[in-house]
Antibody
Framework: EVQLVESGGGLVPPGKSLRLSCAASGFIFDDFAMSWVRQRPGQGLEWVAGINWDSDETGYADSVKGRFTISRDNAKNSLFLVMNSLRPEDTALYYC???????????????WGQGTLVTVSS | HVLTQPPSVSVAPGQTARFACGGN??????VNWYQQRPGQAPVLVVYDDTDRPSGIPERFSGSHSGNTATLTISRVEPGDEADYYCQARENTGVLKWVFGGGTKLTVL
């Protein structure tokens, strides 16, 4: 059974940084691309960033480009999102999601975690 | 939102629900659809315009013509009540994806 478990969320002041992690199990992690998707309270879904199986290809939403960095450690079956210069509008539930394929990055997300909440506030 | 969806759809049980998704970027890109029940993570219900992942009932189907894609749920059940989001690449060849604003399905 595919499992994706996010961690690392919390309350952080504006301008600070946070690192989210996603622990994957139940599938061959390095066969698949991965993405982060967020959902602000009471709002819709927003694709944030994606990475292909070997980290050769990454993509970012305009709203986070230059501030957020997606990465993965295939040896540890883990996905990461480093978020710098956080803003109040980054407050959201952040989901880790598995792509149906590995390459190219396609953001066709067939399994999702339960999310980790990030709150940016002073 | 780059992808436009009506905010709500209401149907009685047993009827057919249709969800539209429009966008100028849809002419050259396929569309995926996700169901999100309250308090739960999204679930992929249709991908590449018309395909269904394993485990998704045949009642869920998709179509795409020009700049508009449609998700259709036949024989709607109370358990189908949820938000439905379309998703597509922002533009052909670009490594960015966008979601529509979502449509809330109410089963009367």
């Amino acid at each position: 059974e595919v499992q994706l478990v996010e961690s690392g969320g919390g309350l952080v002041p504006p301008g600070k940084s946070l690192r989210l992690s996603c622990a994957a199990s139940g599938f061959i992690f390095d066969d698949f691309a991965m993405s982060w998707v967020r959902q602000r309270p009471g709002q819709g879904l927003e694709w944030v960033a994606g990475i292909n199986w070997d980290s050769d290809e990454t993509g970012y939403a305009d709203s986070v480009k230059g501030r957020f960095t997606i990465s993965r450690d295939n040896a540890k079956n883990s996905l990461f999102l480093v978020m710098n210069s956080l803003r109040p509008e980054d407050t959201a539930l952040y989901y880790c999601a598995k792509d149906m394929g590995g390459d190219p990055l396609d953001a066709l997300l067939d399994h999702w975690g339960q999310g980790t909440l990030v709150t940016v506030s002073s | 939102h780059v992808l436009t969806q009506p905010p709500s759809v209401s149907v009685a049980p047993g009827q057919t629900a249709r969800f539209a998704c429009g966008g100028n970027n849809l002419g050259g890109n396929t569309v995926n659809w996700y169901q999100q029940r309250p308090g739960q993570a999204p679930v992929l219900v249709v991908y590449d315009d018309t395909d269904r992942p394993s485990g998704i009932p045949e009642r869920f189907s998709g179509s795409h013509s020009g700049n508009t894609a449609t998700l259709t749920i036949s024989r709607v059940e109370p358990g189908d009540e949820a938000d439905y989001y379309c998703q597509a690449r922002e533009n052909t060849g670009v490594l960015k994806w966008v979601f529509g604003g979502g449509t809330k399905l109410t089963v009367l």
